[in-house]
């Protein structure tokens, strides 16, 4: 199943003939924000699936194009992103502690939604498309085993980043850069997590302007989604609603620049695009950037089995589990 919100935040399905509204059938769960009724299906989707079922099957379907979608959640309580989370072709002995920082919540948009670049001046703005993992259930030190009885679903986003401070600029602490309003579009749908058999197998694919930039496959995380999960919950409570995005592979990153549409796709899981405005009109060389990809490969060739400096490691020891 396919939840999502469309044009004033009503609750939708998402389904092959369009969106389905689900009002009705949740109004009971409706408690004064869109975020909050999210968090009360997700809290309370066993029991309510069948009427979820019913009500899309009789309801009547708006065509898409004629929908305007919103971000299926619209205001986390937390975002989470896996930092450096990907092998790119460099696998490392030992594995490396997983990495981990926050993103803002309000930096959320949905599909269609602008990507606003800031007046900041970086380095370079550029794209990371990631799988987001929607907590379902409380998760508070759960076993990497068990990790993934806790996901309600699985959603697209794109971790927009601004890369270093220019010269001249004010510096930005920690990972800031990626925290400013509009650079966290999510979308279209949260799909549930009976429909993803392995989070750890789906192919991600980004595209600036139709050409296919970004396109990996989540199996080459250094740590698995469970993994994630579990070191996450023993830390800190996950709670329904929160977001993991699970890190990216940079090879085929690029910079977003104005008039930029760039579209996320990631197998079974859904398609989502948003154009790029900036009132300063910057512009960086088209295409791949070679310099990012070719960096982290570097880094972790040299990685030595020492965390670098100011990161806490996160560790389970548990074997990985990347099934459901």
């Known amino acids: 199943m396919r939840i999502g919100f469309y044009n004033d935040f009503r609750p939708c399905v998402l389904?092959?003939?369009?969106?389905?509204?689900?009002?009705?059938?949740?109004?009971?769960?409706?408690?004064?924000?869109?975020?909050?009724?999210?968090?009360?299906?997700?809290?309370?989707?066993q029991s309510l699936r069948p009427r979820l079922e019913a009500a899309t099957?009789?309801?009547k379907a708006l065509p898409l194009a004629e929908a305007r979608l919103r971000p299926?959640?619209?205001?986390?309580?937390?975002?989470?992103?896996?930092?450096?989370?990907?092998?790119?072709?460099?696998p490392v002995q030992p594995v490396r502690p997983l990495q981990t920082f926050f993103k803002s919540?309000?930096?959320?948009?949905?599909?269609?939604?602008?990507?606003?670049?800031?007046?900041?001046?970086?380095?370079?703005?550029h794209h990371e498309a990631e799988l987001a993992?929607?907590?379902?259930?409380?998760?508070?030190?759960?076993?990497?085993?068990?990790a993934l009885d806790h996901v309600f679903g699985y959603t697209t986003s794109v971790d927009v980043s601004a890369r270093a401070p220019a010269e001249g600029e004010p510096p930005?602490?920690?990972?800031?850069?990626?925290?400013?309003?509009?650079?966290?579009?999510?979308?279209?749908?949260?799909?549930?997590?009976?429909?993803?058999?392995?989070?750890?197998n789906l192919q991600v694919r980004y595209r600036v302007n139709g050409q296919l930039r970004q396109d990996y496959n989540t199996s080459d995380m250094e740590h698995s989604v469970a993994y994630m999960i579990a070191a996450l919950s023993a830390v800190m409570t996950l709670k329904p609603g929160d977001l993991i995005l699970c890190g990216t592979n940079h090879q085929g990153?690029?910079?977003?620049?104005?008039?930029?549409?760039?579209?996320?796709?990631?197998?079974?899981?859904?398609?989502?695009?948003?154009?790029?405005?900036?009132?300063?009109?910057?512009?960086?060389?088209?295409?791949?950037?070679?310099?990012?990809?070719?960096?982290?490969r570097q880094r972790r060739t040299s990685f030595n089995g020492t965390p670098s400096t100011g990161t806490w490691p996160l560790t389970k020891p548990q074997q990985p589990a990347t099934t459901r």
Not at 106 to 124: C, E, H, K, M, S
Not at 172 to 198: C, M, Q, R
Request: glycine share 12%; with cysteine; net charge negative.
């Open 105 to 125: 919540p309000d930096a959320v948009i949905g599909p269609g939604d602008t990507v606003v670049l800031p007046t900041f001046r970086p380095v370079i703005f």
């Open 15 to 45: 389904t092959e003939r369009g969106v389905v509204d689900v009002s009705r059938a949740v109004r009971p769960y409706n408690a004064g924000s869109p975020q909050l009724l999210l968090e009360n299906i997700i809290m309370n989707f």
């Open 253 to 296: 990153l690029g910079p977003l620049q104005d008039g930029d549409v760039g579209e996320i796709e990631i197998e079974k899981v859904g398609r989502s695009s948003n154009p790029v405005v900036d009132s300063l009109k910057r512009t960086w060389p088209q295409g791949v950037d070679p310099a990012m990809g070719a960096g982290i």
């Open 57 to 59: 099957e009789r309801g």
């Open 133 to 146: 993992v929607v907590i379902g259930q409380p998760a508070h030190n759960v076993p990497e085993a068990q």
């Open 72 to 90: 299926p959640v619209p205001r986390p309580g937390k975002v989470l992103c896996g930092r450096g989370n990907f092998m790119e072709g460099v």
């Open 172 to 200: 930005l602490a920690g990972e800031y850069g990626k925290s400013f309003d509009t650079f966290l579009p999510l979308g279209p749908a949260i799909v549930t997590a009976d429909e993803i058999h392995n989070p750890n």
